[in-house]
């Protein structure tokens, strides 16, 4: 992995722990030559984690909807800013551009983006690797509901096992180097054991 899609919120949220592991990602990322890929915005955690991997010295490559330019919230100091048609090109160039995702805590925006990563992955669009960085355990009650919808029978295990989550970035960017996404083409005979 080279090039990693960062999902996070265009708010700061209400804990500092958030912008905190937002800049230590970016250490990690810097750290290990990873190009960051991410929303384009200068605001939120959005822009703490832009703004901390730049400081690092490393590269930043932001995808903004021209709307979202227009209102101003473009990072203008990036390595480089691609401003697109919509909100579904945006996705799409990230994830074109990108070897894996990570969510950082967010709020809908960051939650629909890494569902569709997710979701095309389950449908073998993509063999990436997806991660939350379960910063302060912002994820755990999600992360409970998809088990509960693995024993539900709505998620297989296997597609379940698509996700995966740690409180330390550095320890979830090297699980996400090693991590074979599995051939998930099962999806189509219904058995979710």
Excluded at 116 to 123: D, F, V, Y
Excluded at 133 to 140: E, P, Q, S, T
Aim: with cysteine.
């Amino acid at each position: 992995m080279t090039r990693i899609c960062v999902f996070t919120g265009s708010s700061p949220g209400a804990l500092d722990a958030y912008a905190a592991s937002a800049r230590e990602l970016a250490r990690v990322l810097v750290s290990g030559r990873h190009t960051l890929v991410y929303g384009g915005a200068k605001v939120g955690l959005m822009g703490v984690l832009a703004d901390a991997v730049i400081a690092g010295g490393g590269e930043v490559i932001g995808v903004i909807p021209a709307h979202l330019e227009a209102k101003e919230v473009a990072h203008r100091g990036l390595s480089e800013l691609r401003v697109v048609g919509s909100m579904h090109e945006r996705k799409a160039v990230m994830s074109e551009l990108s070897d894996g995702v990570v969510a950082l805590p967010g709020g809908l925006g960051t939650l629909e983006e890494l569902f569709e990563m997710l979701t095309w992955a389950q449908l073998g669009l993509h063999g990436k690797p997806c991660g939350v960085l379960n910063v302060a355990g912002y994820f755990d009650r999600l992360l409970q509901f998809l088990d509960h919808a693995v024993d539900q029978r709505f998620i297989s295990e296997l597609h379940r096992g698509l996700l995966l989550s740690d409180d330390d970035p550095t320890v979830l960017v090297d699980r996400m180097m090693a991590y074979q996404v599995p051939n998930t083409g099962k999806w189509l005979d219904r058995d979710t054991s």
